[in-house]
């Protein structure tokens, strides 16, 4: 029943379980964060951001769900299973004759030009929803258009094979009457599909367009095709031009999907400025530009693993952190690692405000008698949690490659440390402390902070 459910809205299941995910990771990580006197607001924005994208596309699918049996599960609202009459045949009806699970007359289904060598079983080719079929083929054609045939012990089996074809497809029909045929795109592979189903028969197929599809269909004794398109696909689909979504021609859902566009590109901002922003220490009246310049300036002459930088004018400081640098050699292979976190706090006197930007690179690289390896990456962005230790083995090397006594080489890099120092240096002076993702013009700011 479970399995049954879930081909029947693969969509919902697949939104159900990555919010089901999401939530117990997020309950991990707040224990975590917790243990580490961490701000859960990064983890606030990163599920906001995550909840508008998601949690609107699970109230959609959930308004579509469908049970096991129910004829709307197939996706059209036809009354396939209802309709005791068998698939229009010929007036002798032995089209459909079968035996072994191949039909005797592939020739009067798929067309004259059907080869028998691309005709294949198709109960082998799609398992999941023609396992149960008495017989059931598959016939490609060299212009790429293929036809299937399927025949069912009864209506029921031969309406789940087409709900499994729906579902395998990704063929979105919301209204029609199937035993006449319905068109629309597939939307896995891109091309047009015409299903005909009524009683235990079905058949199936598909080419680039709607004229394909005429010949094809015209091509078996079956009869010349009485399809509509469906509702998964607009009149210029049905034509052959591209595939429009029958949504996006309903103007409340235009309008939502606007709104939940520019609520995702508010939050991805403003949420990331809330989620790492500080504010001054109370109580604390701002210090100049020059005096606040200086204090971070001072910091490289502590003992941290940093060495800062400034401008001219000391409104810009940049700390580098290469917080790993290692060469060794092992089984006759020389490597070399290196990581850099850099930090740009641009001073603004106007409202006390320190700009930060936020850099990061890796280096790895090695050589030997085989081939040499290079690998370096560096990006930009907020980095809200960032906690690392590794260790490498082997003979260590100084900076001008001198052998050392040491086998190893361990770093730990627990960024939220580093930070401190220049969190409270500027929070300690009475000055904001903004993290942002881009550095934009004034006139943008209200966007971007």
């Known amino acids: 029943m479970i399995g049954a459910f879930v081909r029947a809205n693969p969509a919902l299941f697949a939104t159900a379980l990555l919010l089901v995910t999401a939530t117990g990771v997020g309950l991990v990580l707040v224990l975590l964060m917790r243990q580490a006197g961490s ?57 459909w004759d079968h035996r072994d699970g191949h039909f005797l007359h592939p020739d009067r289904l798929f067309g004259a030009d059907a ?27 060299g212009t790429g258009d293929t036809a299937l045939a399927a025949r069912f012990a009864g209506p029921d089996e031969a309406a789940a094979a087409v709900r499994g074809y729906l579902a395998f497809f990704g063929v979105e029909m919301a209204g029609g009457d199937l035993t006449r045929g319905l068109r629309a795109r597939r939307g896995t592979v891109s091309d047009m599909a015409e299903i005909l189903l009524a009683g235990n ?10 004229a394909a599809l005429d010949r094809r269909r015209n091509a078996s004794d079956l009869g010349p095709s009485t399809a509509a398109p469906g509702a998964g696909a607009s009149a ?17 859902f235009l309008i939502f999907l606007v709104l939940n566009v520019i609520a995702a590109v508010v939050w991805f901002f403003k949420g990331a400025v809330w989620a790492t922003g500080l504010a001054p220490d109370p109580g604390v ?47 006759a292979r020389a490597h ?47 980095v809200f949690y960032q906690k690392e230790h590794q260790r490498v083995f082997g003979l260590q090397l100084d900076g001008d490659g ?8 361990a770093y730990t890099f627990d960024l939220q440390e580093l930070r401190q120092p220049l969190i409270r240096t500027v929070t300690g002076a009475g000055w904001i402390w903004q993290p942002v993702l881009v550095d934009a013009p004034p006139a943008l700011r209200w966007l971007t902070e």
């Open 39 to 95: 701000s859960l607001r990064p983890l606030a924005f990163v599920y906001g951001f995550f909840g508008i994208i998601l949690v609107p596309q699970f109230i959609y699918h959930l308004t579509q769900m469908r049970w096991p049996g129910d004829a709307g599960a197939a996706g059209p609202q036809a009354t396939a299973t209802a309709r005791a009459g068998d698939m229009p045949t010929p007036q002798d009806g032995r089209v």
């Open 115 to 141: 080869d028998p060598a691309l005709t294949r079983e198709a109960r082998q080719i799609f398992p999941d929803f023609l396992g149960r079929a008495e017989a059931a083929e598959m016939a490609m054609f």
């Open 201 to 210: 028969s079905l058949m199936v197929w598909t080419a680039q367009d709607t």
């Open 236 to 252: 210029e689909s049905a034509g052959g031009g591209f595939y429009v979504d029958p949504r996006l021609n309903q103007p409340g």
């Open 285 to 331: 009246e701002p210090v100049p530009l020059a005096e606040l310049s200086r204090r971070l300036r001072d910091i490289g002459s502590l003992d941290v693993p940093m060495q800062v930088k400034a401008s001219a004018d000391g409104s810009e400081i940049t700390l580098d952190w290469r917080y790993a640098d290692a060469r060794w050699v092992d089984h």
């Open 336 to 382: 070399a690692m290196r990581r850099t976190h850099r930090l740009v706090l641009r001073l603004e006197e106007s409202g006390h405000r320190a700009r930060v930007r936020e850099y990061w690179s890796t280096l790895d690289a090695s050589a030997g008698a085989d081939a040499a390896r290079l690998q370096w990456q560096a990006a930009r962005g907020l």
């Open 402 to 409: 001198r052998p050392k006594a040491d086998m190893s080489y």
